[in-house]
């Protein structure tokens, strides 16, 4: 097995629910870091039929070496830190937020939110005792999350860890820098470059 089936097997641990306009997200590009975003159109037509310029979703993400379904569904996603466009991904690359675990009230979920925990990956990546100390999550709710949505498989938490905390790396200048940065700009394909002068070095 290569080492990209090996992270998709990883990445299908993750729960995955029915998405909305408007749910906050976590996002797998295709390099390979995990990012957040917002869903900005739950899309009609599917991997096999939509459009990335000249070729379909299937053919761009098999370009990246990323095994996608003709069937899947096309879910537009603004990321975190981008300008208002937003970019399409196959539905199997998009995990949803906190709201789609089971037993989580929709007056539970601002008080996770407020402590950081905004997606599901998120709630993985956190012990019980992490969750507990929440402003209104008892013991027993942290419990049942846990019990829901597991842990983060290791290979993934290595990842997201990387992205976390030491940024994401600029695909022009090879620096690491933070995405939410407020001179972090997103090309056209996806990428996160460092700065505009960074995007425009590529674009060119």
Known sequence: MSE????????????????????????????GTLILGTVTDLRDDTAGEHMV?????????????????????????????????SYS??????RPDITNVSGLSQDKAPFLR??????????????QQELASVDNISDALAARIKAHVGDLPDKLASMTKSTDEFGIECPECNEKFDPQNEGAIEGD????????????EVYE
Not at 89 to 94: G, K, N
Not at 114 to 127: F, H
Request: proline letters at 2%.
């Open 53 to 85: 310029g000249q070729q379909t979703l299937v053919d761009y993400w098999a370009g990246e070496g990323i095994e996608v379904d003709e069937d899947e569904k096309v879910i537009d996603v603004r990321l975190s830190g981008s300008a208002s466009h």
């Open 189 to 200: 394909k996806g990428e996160i470059f460092c700065s505009l002068e960074c995007l425009h």
């Open 89 to 94: 991904y196959p539905e199997s690359r998009v």
């Open 114 to 127: 407020l402590a950081g925990y905004e997606t599901i990956v998120d709630l993985m990546e956190a012990d």
């Open 4 to 31: 990209d089936e090996d992270e998709d097997d990883e990445l299908d641990k993750i729960p995955h629910q029915e998405l909305e306009e408007g749910s906050r997200v976590a996002v797998r590009n295709t390099d």
